[in-house]
């Protein structure tokens, strides 16, 4: 059974920074593309930021320059540095690995496993 499970969410203040980190339990996803998407009250999950298995990386424009996303394969981690955070990214960041491919994608569907969602507040 793959488990996918987040940390490093919580508090901060704009401008602030927060890094969060999502392991995966049960399965080698070292040749598979990993993401992480966020969702607001009352809003739709969106895409935030995607790697493939070789680091080649893609981001929402809306956290381009901001956001860094890094995965370390020894230690099945995938990583999200939020920089200079803004009110506006509150959200839930759930992470996600697409067991059947190693390109990066920004598309909900093409990923198999989703991790709980760890909060992330930013306040003004």
């Known amino acids: 059974q793959v488990q996918l499970v987040e940390s490093g969410g919580g508090l901060v203040q704009a401008g602030g920074s927060l890094r969060l980190s999502c392991t995966v339990y049960?399965?080698?996803?070292?040749?598979?593309?990993m993401g992480w998407f966020r969702q607001a009250p009352g809003k739709e999950r969106e895409f935030v930021a995607s790697?493939?298995?070789?680091?080649?990386?893609m981001y929402a424009d809306s956290v381009k320059g901001r956001f860094t996303i890094s995965r370390d394969n020894a230690k099945n981690t995938v990583y999200l540095q939020m920089n200079s955070l803004k009110p506006e990214d509150t959200a839930v960041y759930y992470c996600?690995?697409?067991?059947?491919?190693?390109?990066?994608?920004?598309?909900?569907?093409?990923?198999?496993?989703w991790g709980q969602g760890t909060q992330v507040t930013v306040s003004s």
């Open positions: 049960g399965r080698m996803l070292s040749r598979s593309a």
């Open positions: 790697i493939s298995w070789n680091f080649s990386s």
């Open positions: 996600a690995a697409d067991a059947e491919d190693f390109r990066a994608t920004m598309n909900s569907y093409d990923y198999d496993y």
